[in-house]
């Protein structure tokens, strides 16, 4: 009986220190087989309502252990309520010069999250779209299993 006492004292605990109030919007969408070809844009939509305020945009990538790289570059494409179009290219080192993944894992799968933009302005209020697409030479990466955006309020 004690045992299951501490078990739900320890899962409380994990839940609220796993929540972050600063997280305005975090989506993973899941890659097809594992299999990311060059022309699969993943999309991503979310509102901003305080443009006076300032964010953290991140980049959650979760990859199979066969990943083949120890990087991945991606293009990014972002358009404002207004319809501005901003792109940039991003590169995530995902494993050290010995070839250690550098993102948490379980078992075969590695989580990784790249912070993208620090200090960042949303000047409008309003819907904002990014589109990500992988930048690798091959034209289909393996053992991509999910890639993510999340935008982070940052604390004054």
């Not at 120890?70 to 792109?87: D, M, R, T, V, W």
């Not at 070839?99 to 933009?117: A, L, S």
């Not at 904002?128 to 690798?136: D, P, S, V």
Request: aromatic residues 16%; negative net charge.
């Amino acid at each position: 009986m004690q045992f299951k006492s501490i078990a739900i004292v320890f899962c409380l605990f994990v839940t609220l220190v796993s929540c972050d109030s600063s997280t305005v919007f975090e989506e993973n969408l899941r890659i097809k087989n594992a299999s990311w070809e060059r022309n699969e844009k993943a999309f991503f939509e979310f509102e901003i309502n305080g443009s006076a305020a300032i964010y953290d945009l991140y980049l959650n990538f979760r990859h199979g252990g066969d990943y083949p790289y120890q990087n991945i570059y991606l293009f990014i494409e972002s358009k404002s309520p207004s319809g501005k179009i901003a792109k940039d290219t991003a590169q995530m080192i995902l494993a050290n010069n010995k070839g250690r993944w550098m993102g948490k894992g379980i078992g075969d799968i590695f989580d990784y999250q790249f912070r993208f933009k620090q200090g960042r302005l949303f000047p409008e209020n309003g819907n904002y779209y990014f589109e990500i697409e992988q930048a690798m030479r091959e034209e289909t990466l393996e053992n991509v299993v999910d890639i993510g955006i999340a935008v982070k309020k940052v604390n004054d």
